[in-house]
């Protein structure tokens, strides 16, 4: 609780820098004290020439993540469960949410020594093979960066939220696989009329969670991380985002009003999102978040 009141609640009043005419010069007094100029900043980014580019780049690279990377844990948990060997399991749990631990910095190193164009073990290896004559720009051409993005968030996050998962199914009776199992049903119609209608709370509750962070990717991997790490001057019509952008409006330039404008924006967003999610679902499944 202490936690989140000191790095959640109390920087909040920092929002009241996204309608001031705020400088850095006039310190913490100066989110009180300096002028109003109500939507000016808003009105800025949104009629900025690489607005439409950056919301399209933040859009997608979030969309192919949760469609790609949002069925992967589910999928994973419900073999984990089929695997009768508790060894393998166990080691195949291990191997699979290891990633999660490794920061964005060290996954960003081996990307390079990977997919270098020069001396990257992926493009000697298909060279190697005959499968390319030239070296493919992994790194360099905005053409692979949203495959990298979702592919490497794939591999690092997947793991780590089939935990969650796992415990949902390790929840269901174990007498109603008995019961369909006599019933003569084989292990895919257990699977379907059993393990995914018992846990299908959590995917709700986790779904919405993840349609919540879609711009910022928190449950499907950072995009900021992704790319601020792996995002160049040769690829940054593809690498983009909101984050990025606020991050060197911010700190690089200065702009500290209109980079907190930009963020405030994005969480309006997001609280969007939850509530829409959360309203459609209770619709449609009866499950929600709240």
């Known amino acids: ?5 000191v790095f959640n609640y109390l920087p909040m009043f920092g929002i009241l820098m996204a309608f001031k005419d705020y400088s850095i010069s006039s310190g913490i007094k100066g989110i009180f004290t300096s002028d109003w100029v109500g939507l000016k ?6 009629g900025a020439y690489n607005f439409k580019l950056i919301v399209t780049n933040t859009l997608a690279i979030s969309l192919l993540k949760l469609f790609f990377t949002f069925p992967l844990p589910i999928l994973l948990a419900i073999m984990f469960n089929e695997v009768r060997s508790k060894f393998f399991k166990r ?12 920061s964005w910095i060290v996954v960003s190193g081996l990307l390079v020594i990977f997919l270098s164009t020069n001396s990257g073990i992926v493009n000697d290896l298909l060279k190697g093979l005959g499968l390319i004559e030239n070296s493919l720009p992994f790194l360099s051409s905005p053409n692979y960066f ?9 591999w690092k996050e997947a793991g780590w939220w089939t935990i969650i998962f796992l415990a949902a199914i390790s929840g269901l009776s174990p007498a109603l696989y008995d019961a369909a199992e006599m019933d003569g049903a084989g292990r895919l119609r257990r699977i379907w009329h059993i393990t ?3 846990i299908r709370g959590t995917i709700v509750v986790v779904l919405i969670m993840a349609i919540g962070s879609l711009l910022g990717g928190g449950l499907v991997g950072s995009n900021f ?8 001057a040769m690829n940054n019509e593809r690498s983009e985002i909101l984050q990025t952008y606020a991050f060197k409006m911010g700190l690089a330039q200065g702009r500290y009003a209109y980079a907190t404008a930009i963020d405030l924006l994005q969480s309006i967003i997001a609280i969007i999102l939850v509530f829409g999610s959360n309203y459609i679902s ?3 499944t009866k499950n929600g978040l709240f």
Not at 41 to 46: I, R
Not at 93 to 98: C, D, E, G, P, R
Not at 146 to 154: E, F, I
């Open 1 to 5: 609780m202490l936690f989140i009141l």
């Open 41 to 46: 900043y808003f009105k800025e980014f949104v």
């Open 91 to 102: 080691f195949a749990q291990t191997v699979s949410y290891f990633p999660h631990f490794i």
């Open 146 to 154: 949203w495959g990298l993005a979702v592919t490497t968030a794939m």
């Open 196 to 198: 995914l209608p018992g």
């Open 225 to 232: 991380e992704q790319s601020y790490l792996l995002g160049n």
């Open 282 to 284: 209770k619709k449609i």
